[in-house]
C-alpha cells in the first residue's frame, strides 16, 4: 500500500491542548489535602556539619513536619547507573548528613500547609558549618595534595578511561604536519523552560503510592522509588504528564523525589514539590565542563595520520544517573566523521566542589564533535587548505559502510560528501569565499565555519549500555476500530503522538485522527524506558511498528478466512483488506474488527481480540550526520559576532515527518549556538555560584538568530526495519564549532587560531583592539 502519511508534514496532534493552555502540568495537580515542600540547602561548596536545629521551623505555624539527614538514612542511596572499572563510587543519599560538597546540596526538608509557610520554614532551620577547603579546578582537584571530597577514597579522580587503536606513535613520527590546541567545552545549565516538580500520594491500606513527575523515564523512575521508598513496584504508578522540556536533565533520579514520596508516607497527605529557578540553576544536573588537548598528526596534503586527545571531565560533587558514562561518549566519537587510523584516548573523570554533571542535549558527542572539528581548521589553517576540502579528503566513501571507527564503535551507514556537498551548494560557499575576500579589503571581518559532525543515537543493544537498550510498544484495535498505541518513551515535544499515528495509519489503512498514543503513566502502560538520547522513535517507534505487523497478520488471516483466500493472498487498502490482484473481493477494516472481537466467525484456532505488544533492541547505534555552514560578520565597534546565515544539511535517515524533524533541528541549534556565544554556569574560587539566576546565566534569544536554512540527505539506517535514525540532539551538535570556526575565520587576518566559549562580544572586541589585521 502505498504511503500516504509517513514521509508528510503533519501538524502535531499534541499541539492544540499545549497552546490553548489546556494542558496538565505537575503544578496544575491539585489533591485534597495537599501539603508544600521546600528544602533547606547548603551555603557552602565544602563544609562539615556540626548540627541542624530544625526547631524554630517546627513551631512555626502550619508546618507538619521537618525531616534531616538521618531520618531519611534508610531510604538507601541516590543511584548512580553508569559504570567504569575501579570506578569509586560514593554513597550519596536524599540529605546530606555530617558533610555538604556543594553549594545547593539539600540538607532538610519542610512541608507545609501552603508553599509559603514551607519556604519561611525552611529558611529557619539553622545549621552550624565547619568550612573546608573547596576546589572548583579540575586540574588543580587531581593534584594528590588537592582538598579531597571523599576522605574514603584517596584522591578525587573518579575514574579513568583509556583505550588505545592502532598505533599512535608512529602515526605522529610519519606526520609532516602535528598541529594541538586545548578546547574547553564550558559548563551549562539546561534551562528547562518547566523546571523540575514531583508531586506524591500515599495509601496506606493499600501501601499504594502515586507519583506525578516532569520526568523523561516514568517507568525507570517507578522502579527506583519503589526500591528507595519500600513499596512494591506493583504498588507504585509514576505519571508524566505534560514535562515542559527536558533535555536529558530529567532523566536522572533526584533527592527531591525521594523526598516527596517520603514526606507523602509520612504525614498521609498528598506532598508538592515545585522547582525554583535558582534552585533549578543550581541543584539540577549540569553538562559539559571538559578540556580536551588534541594533538592531530597529519600528511603536508591534509590526509589524517592519527590523533591523541586527553581529556579531562570535571563530574562534580558525585556521580547522578550517567555521570560517569557521558564523558566517555566523547572518545567514542572523537574521530569524527573521518578516517583517523590511529587514536589514543586519555580521560580523566574528577570530582569538585559544583553540582554534578550528566547528559545535557548531546551528551558527550557535542564536546567529540567540537573537538575534532575545530582540530580540523586548525590543521586546515596551518596547512592553507580549505576546510571544506580537508572534510572532503579524510571522509570514508558510502562503500566503506559499516564503518568501524578506531573509536571503536562500527557506523551504520553514511555518505558524509552528500551532506558536505548539499551544505556547500545551499550556502553559496563559493560567492561566500569571493564576498569574504571583498570584504576583508575593506577592512570589514566576515567568517565561514564548517562542521562536518555525526552522532550515536538509538542507545544501542543492552550488553553494549549496561542493560535497558530496549524499547515497548502496545497496539490496541478498539472494537469500534480506533487504535490505541501504548508507548514505554515517554515523549515531552519530540511529537511521538502524531509521528506514531501516522506510522500506524499507513501500515492499517487508516487515519491518523483514529489513532491516539498513550505515553507516560506506568498505571496504563504496561512497560518502557523513557525518551533520551534521540531513541523515542528510532526504538520506540520501531516497537510499535513490530507490533502492528503482528497485528496485520493476524486481521490477514481473520480476512482470508471470511474471503475464502489465503492469508499469503491479502493486502491492506484504504479502510479495508482485500484479495491482491481482485479489488472486487474486500472487507471493510473494521468488519474484520469486528470479526475479531465477536468470535463467531474466527478461524479455526484463532483467539479472540487485536492487541500485540512488541519489544525492540537494536542491533547497533544508528548514527546521524550531517554538514552545518555558519557565516558571522564582527561589528567592529563592540566585537559583537553576527550570525547572519546558516544553513544546516541533517541526515537522519528517513524521515517520517519533516515538520518534527525541523523542529528539533531549530531548537538543538538554538541550544548549540547558545553555548558557543552566550551560555556558562560560573563558579568562584570558594565554589559559590555566580550564575544563579537568569539575570546572570545568559540564553539566546530570538533576535539573536537569522532564518534557518534546513535541508537533508537521507540514508536510511540498517539497524531498524523503519530505517531511523534521530534527529533530537543532532542541531545542538553540529552547531557549536560551525559557529566558533566562522568567528576564528573571521579573526584569522588577526593571527587567531582560537577562541574559547561563549565567544562573547568583549573577548573579540579585544582582540580587534589589541591585534593588528595582517
Same mark, same amino acid.
Given at each position: 500500500?502505498?504511503?500516504?502519511?509517513?514521509?508528510?508534514?503533519m501538524?502535531?496532534?499534541e499541539?492544540?491542548?499545549?497552546?490553548s493552555g489546556?494542558?496538565?502540568?505537575?503544578?496544575?495537580?491539585?489533591?485534597?489535602g495537599?501539603?508544600y515542600?521546600?528544602?533547606t540547602?547548603?551555603?557552602?561548596?565544602?563544609?562539615?556539619i556540626?548540627?541542624?536545629?530544625?526547631?524554630?521551623?517546627?513551631?512555626?505555624?502550619?508546618?507538619?513536619?521537618?525531616?534531616?539527614?538521618?531520618?531519611?538514612?534508610?531510604?538507601?542511596?541516590?543511584?548512580?547507573?553508569?559504570?567504569?572499572?575501579?570506578?569509586?563510587?560514593?554513597?550519596?543519599?536524599?540529605?546530606?548528613?555530617?558533610?555538604?560538597? %556543594?553549594?545547593g546540596e539539600?540538607?532538610?526538608?519542610?512541608?507545609?500547609?501552603?508553599?509559603?509557610?514551607?519556604?519561611?520554614?525552611?529558611?529557619?532551620?539553622?545549621i552550624?558549618?565547619?568550612?573546608?577547603?573547596?576546589?572548583?579546578?579540575?586540574?588543580?582537584a587531581?593534584?594528590?595534595?588537592?582538598?579531597?571530597?571523599? +576522605?574514603?577514597?584517596?584522591?578525587?579522580?573518579?575514574?579513568?578511561?583509556?583505550?588505545?587503536?592502532?598505533?599512535?606513535?608512529?602515526?605522529?613520527?610519519?606526520?609532516?604536519v602535528?598541529?594541538?590546541?586545548?578546547?574547553?567545552? /564550558?559548563?551549562?545549565a539546561?534551562?528547562?523552560?518547566?523546571?523540575? =516538580?514531583?508531586?506524591?500520594?500515599?495509601?496506606?491500606?493499600?501501601?499504594?503510592?502515586?507519583?506525578?513527575?516532569? @520526568?523523561?523515564?516514568?517507568?525507570?523512575?517507578?522502579?527506583?522509588?519503589?526500591?528507595?521508598?519500600?513499596?512494591?513496584?506493583n504498588?507504585?504508578?509514576?505519571?508524566a504528564?505534560?514535562?515542559g522540556?527536558?533535555?536529558?536533565?530529567?532523566?536522572?533520579?533526584?533527592?527531591?523525589?525521594?523526598?516527596? !514520596?517520603?514526606?507523602?508516607?509520612?504525614t !498521609?497527605?498528598?506532598?508538592?514539590?515545585?522547582? =525554583?529557578?535558582?534552585?533549578n540553576?543550581?541543584?539540577t544536573? #549540569?553538562?559539559?565542563?571538559?578540556?580536551d588537548?588534541?594533538?592531530?598528526?597529519?600528511?603536508?596534503?591534509?590526509?589524517?595520520?592519527?590523533?591523541?586527545?586527553?581529556?579531562?571531565?570535571d563530574?562534580?560533587?558525585?556521580?547522578?544517573?550517567?555521570?560517569?558514562?557521558i564523558?566517555t561518549l566523547?572518545?567514542?566519537?572523537?574521530?569524527?566523521c573521518y578516517?583517523?587510523?590511529?587514536?589514543k584516548?586519555?580521560q580523566?573523570g574528577?570530582l569538585?566542589?559544583?553540582?554534578?554533571?550528566?547528559?545535557?542535549?548531546?551528551?558527550?558527542?557535542p564536546?567529540a564533535?567540537?573537538?575534532?572539528?575545530?582540530?580540523?581548521?586548525?590543521?586546515?589553517q596551518?596547512?592553507?587548505?580549505?576546510?571544506?576540502?580537508?572534510?572532503?579528503?579524510? %571522509?570514508?566513501?558510502?562503500?566503506?559502510?559499516?564503518?568501524?571507527?578506531?573509536?571503536g564503535?562500527?557506523?551504520?551507514?553514511?555518505?558524509?560528501?552528500?551532506?558536505?556537498?548539499?551544505?556547500?551548494?545551499? $550556502?553559496?560557499?563559493? =560567492?561566500l569565499?569571493?564576498?569574504?575576500? /571583498?570584504?576583508?579589503? /575593506? !577592512?570589514?571581518?566576515?567568517?565561514?565555519g564548517?562542521?562536518?559532525?555525526?552522532?550515536?543515537?538509538?542507545?544501542?543493544?543492552?550488553?553494549?549500555?549496561?542493560?535497558?537498550?530496549?524499547? $515497548?510498544?502496545?497496539?490496541?484495535?478498539?472494537?469500534?476500530?480506533?487504535?490505541?498505541?501504548?508507548?514505554?518513551?515517554?515523549?515531552?515535544?519530540?511529537?511521538?503522538e502524531?509521528?506514531?499515528a501516522?506510522?500506524? $495509519?499507513?501500515?492499517?489503512?487508516?487515519?491518523?485522527?483514529?489513532?491516539?498514543t498513550?505515553?507516560?503513566?506506568?498505571?496504563?502502560?504496561?512497560?518502557?524506558?523513557?525518551?533520551?538520547?534521540?531513541?523515542?522513535?528510532?526504538?520506540?517507534?520501531?516497537?510499535?511498528?513490530?507490533?502492528? /505487523?503482528?497485528?496485520?497478520e493476524?486481521?490477514?488471516?481473520?480476512?482470508?478466512h471470511?474471503?475464502?483466500?489465503?492469508?499469503?493472498?491479502?493486502?491492506?487498502g484504504?479502510?479495508?483488506?482485500?484479495?491482491?490482484g481482485?479489488?472486487?473481493?474486500?472487507?471493510?477494516?473494521?468488519?474484520?474488527?469486528?470479526?475479531?472481537?465477536?468470535?463467531?466467525?474466527?478461524?479455526p484456532?484463532?483467539?479472540?481480540?487485536?492487541e500485540a505488544?512488541?519489544?525492540?533492541?537494536?542491533?547497533?547505534? @544508528?548514527?546521524?550526520?550531517?554538514?552545518?555552514?555558519?557565516?558571522? +560578520?564582527?561589528?567592529?565597534?563592540?566585537?559583537?559576532?553576527?550570525?547572519?546565515?546558516?544553513?544546516?544539511?541533517?541526515?537522519?535517515?528517513?524521515?517520517?515527518?519533516?515538520?518534527?524533524v525541523?523542529?528539533?533541528?531549530?531548537?538543538?541549534?538554538?541550544?548549540?549556538? !547558545?553555548?558557543?556565544?552566550?551560555?556558562?554556569?560560573?563558579?568562584?574560587?570558594?565554589?559559590?555560584?555566580?550564575?544563579?539566576?537568569?539575570?546572570?546565566?545568559?540564553?539566546?534569544?530570538?533576535?539573536? %538568530?537569522?532564518?534557518?536554512?534546513?535541508?537533508?540527505?537521507?540514508?536510511?539506517s540498517?539497524?531498524?526495519?523503519?530505517?531511523?535514525?534521530?534527529?533530537?540532539?543532532?542541531?545542538?551538535?553540529g552547531?557549536?564549532?560551525?559557529?566558533?570556526?566562522?568567528?576564528?575565520?573571521?579573526?584569522?587576518?588577526?593571527?587567531?587560531t #582560537?577562541?574559547?566559549?561563549?565567544?562573547?562580544?568583549?573577548?573579540?572586541?579585544?582582540i580587534?583592539?589589541g591585534?593588528?589585521?595582517?
Amino acid at each position: 500500500m502505498t504511503q500516504r502519511y509517513v514521509g508528510q508534514a503533519m501538524k502535531r496532534k499534541e499541539d492544540p491542548r499545549l497552546v490553548s493552555g489546556t494542558s496538565t502540568y505537575v503544578d496544575d495537580v491539585v489533591l485534597p489535602g495537599m501539603l508544600y515542600m521546600a528544602v533547606t540547602r547548603s551555603m557552602h561548596a565544602h563544609a562539615r556539619i556540626k548540627r541542624v536545629d530544625t526547631s524554630r521551623a517546627q513551631k512555626l505555624p502550619g508546618v507538619v513536619a521537618v525531616v534531616t539527614g538521618e531520618e531519611v538514612a534508610h531510604c538507601g542511596p541516590i543511584p548512580c547507573a553508569a559504570s567504569l572499572p575501579n570506578m569509586k563510587r560514593a554513597l550519596r543519599h536524599l540529605l546530606a548528613m555530617n558533610k555538604v560538597r %556543594f553549594v545547593g546540596e539539600p540538607i532538610a526538608a519542610v512541608v507545609a500547609e501552603n508553599k509559603y509557610i514551607a519556604r519561611d520554614a525552611a529558611d529557619l532551620v539553622e545549621i552550624d558549618y565547619e568550612p573546608l577547603p573547596v576546589v572548583v579546578d579540575p586540574e588543580k582537584a587531581m593534584d594528590p595534595a588537592s582538598p579531597r571530597l571523599y +576522605e574514603e577514597f584517596s584522591d578525587n579522580i573518579a575514574f579513568n578511561f583509556f583505550f588505545e587503536s592502532g598505533n599512535t606513535e608512529e602515526a605522529f613520527k610519519k606526520a609532516d604536519v602535528i598541529v594541538k590546541e586545548r578546547f574547553i567545552n /564550558q559548563r551549562l545549565a539546561p534551562i528547562t523552560m518547566e523546571p523540575r =516538580g514531583v508531586v506524591a500520594a500515599y495509601r496506606m491500606p493499600d501501601n499504594e503510592l502515586v507519583v506525578w513527575c516532569s @520526568t523523561q523515564t516514568p517507568h525507570g523512575l517507578r522502579t527506583l522509588l519503589a526500591n528507595m521508598l519500600q513499596v512494591p513496584e506493583n504498588q507504585t504508578r509514576v505519571i508524566a504528564p505534560e514535562v515542559g522540556g527536558g533535555f536529558g536533565c530529567k532523566v536522572d533520579l533526584y533527592a527531591e523525589d525521594g523526598l516527596v !514520596g517520603y514526606l507523602a508516607k509520612k504525614t !498521609g497527605r498528598p506532598v508538592k514539590w515545585i522547582e =525554583g529557578r535558582r534552585e533549578n540553576i543550581a541543584a539540577t544536573i #549540569h553538562g559539559r565542563d571538559q578540556i580536551d588537548d588534541v594533538e592531530l598528526a597529519l600528511k603536508k596534503d591534509g590526509t589524517i595520520l592519527g590523533m591523541r586527545v586527553k581529556a579531562i571531565a570535571d563530574l562534580g560533587a558525585f556521580l547522578s544517573f550517567f555521570t560517569p558514562m557521558i564523558p566517555t561518549l566523547t572518545g567514542l566519537l572523537a574521530p569524527g566523521c573521518y578516517k583517523v587510523p590511529a587514536l589514543k584516548f586519555d580521560q580523566v573523570g574528577v570530582l569538585t566542589n559544583k553540582m554534578a554533571t550528566d547528559a545535557y542535549r548531546g551528551a558527550g558527542r557535542p564536546e567529540a564533535t567540537y573537538l575534532i572539528e575545530r582540530i580540523m581548521d586548525v590543521a586546515a589553517q596551518k596547512l592553507k587548505i580549505d576546510p571544506a576540502e580537508i572534510r572532503r579528503k579524510n %571522509f570514508p566513501q558510502p562503500s566503506e559502510f559499516p564503518f568501524k571507527t578506531s573509536g571503536g564503535v562500527i557506523y551504520d551507514s553514511a555518505n558524509y560528501e552528500a551532506a558536505l556537498d548539499r551544505a556547500l551548494e545551499k $550556502a553559496d560557499y563559493k =560567492g561566500l569565499r569571493r564576498k569574504q575576500g /571583498q570584504l576583508r579589503k /575593506q !577592512g570589514k571581518y566576515m567568517g565561514i565555519g564548517l562542521s562536518s559532525y555525526v552522532e550515536i543515537c538509538s542507545a544501542g543493544p543492552s550488553h553494549a549500555v549496561g542493560g535497558g537498550g530496549w524499547e $515497548a510498544g502496545t497496539v490496541r484495535v478498539e472494537r469500534t476500530g480506533k487504535v490505541s498505541v501504548l508507548t514505554g518513551v515517554s515523549p515531552h515535544g519530540q511529537g511521538q503522538e502524531t509521528s506514531f499515528a501516522q506510522i500506524v $495509519a499507513d501500515e492499517f489503512g487508516i487515519e491518523p485522527d483514529d489513532v491516539v498514543t498513550i505515553h507516560g503513566d506506568t498505571g496504563r502502560v504496561p512497560s518502557g524506558i523513557g525518551t533520551f538520547g534521540s531513541r523515542g522513535t528510532s526504538v520506540g517507534g520501531t516497537a510499535v511498528y513490530l507490533a502492528v /505487523q503482528d497485528l496485520k497478520e493476524k486481521m490477514k488471516k481473520i480476512a482470508a478466512h471470511l474471503l475464502e483466500s489465503t492469508a499469503d493472498k491479502i493486502e491492506f487498502g484504504i479502510g479495508k483488506l482485500l484479495v491482491k490482484g481482485n479489488s472486487g473481493r474486500s472487507i471493510n477494516f473494521n468488519d474484520v474488527v469486528t470479526v475479531a472481537y465477536n468470535a463467531v466467525r474466527l478461524p479455526p484456532g484463532t483467539e479472540p481480540g487485536l492487541e500485540a505488544t512488541r519489544f525492540f533492541e537494536p542491533s547497533n547505534f @544508528t548514527f546521524p550526520f550531517g554538514t552545518h555552514v555558519c557565516v558571522v +560578520e564582527i561589528d567592529e565597534e563592540t566585537g559583537e559576532p553576527k550570525i547572519t546565515k546558516y544553513v544546516a544539511v541533517d541526515d537522519c535517515g528517513n524521515v517520517i515527518n519533516p515538520l518534527l524533524v525541523e523542529g528539533q533541528i531549530h531548537g538543538g541549534l538554538v541550544q548549540g549556538i !547558545g553555548q558557543a556565544l552566550h551560555e556558562e554556569v560560573v563558579y568562584d574560587e570558594n565554589g559559590q555560584l555566580l550564575t544563579g539566576s537568569l539575570m546572570d546565566y545568559a540564553i539566546p534569544r530570538a533576535h539573536d %538568530f537569522p532564518e534557518f536554512e534546513l535541508d537533508r540527505t537521507v540514508t536510511p539506517s540498517p539497524v531498524n526495519p523503519l530505517g531511523l535514525k534521530g534527529v533530537g540532539e543532532a542541531g545542538t551538535i553540529g552547531s557549536t564549532p560551525a559557529v566558533v570556526n566562522a568567528i576564528v575565520d573571521a579573526l584569522a587576518p588577526f593571527g587567531i587560531t #582560537h577562541i574559547d566559549m561563549p565567544v562573547r562580544s568583549e573577548k573579540v572586541w579585544r582582540i580587534l583592539k589589541g591585534r593588528k589585521a595582517s
